[in-house]
């Protein structure tokens, strides 16, 4: 069984920066595709980024190009997702999830992650 531990959630004004991780319960970290999922209070859960931690290849929604960076440390069993710019539309509690071997072809379709964390939560005031 994969756990996996989420943390790094507060709050913060906008234009503020969080970092979260993602903790392994074992190597499953390694070799696996990784992702961070968030929902918002009455809204869907929705794909944020994802990486397939073998070959460091990343995905992104088109509402956090180039504010959010998900990365990796196999050696930690660990994924991180820096959030720099925030909004407050990004406010939502933020999910792990994780699948093996490979990425799902629509990596942001929530069904096809079997893993997932308890999430942590993220604010952002204006």
């Known amino acids: 069984q994969v756990r996996l531990v989420e943390s790094g959630g507060g709050s913060v004004q906008t234009g503020g920066s969080l970092r979260l991780s993602c903790v392994a319960s074992s190597e499953y970290i390694v070799s696996r595709c990784v992702g961070w999922f968030r929902q918002a209070p009455g809204k869907e859960r929705e794909g944020v980024a994802r990486i397939y931690t073998a070959l460091g290849g990343t995905r992104y929604a088109d509402s956090v190009v180039g504010r959010f960076t998900i990365s990796q440390d196999n050696a930690k069993n660990t994924v991180w997702l820096q959030m720099n710019s925030l909004k407050p539309e990004d406010t939502a509690m933020y999910y792990c999830?994780?699948?093996?071997?490979?990425?799902?072809?629509?990596?942001?379709?929530?069904?096809?992650?079997?893993?997932w964390g308890q999430g942590t939560q993220v604010t952002v005031s204006s």
């Open positions: 999830a994780a699948v093996s071997p490979y990425c799902p072809a629509v990596w942001a379709e929530v069904s096809a992650w079997p893993y």
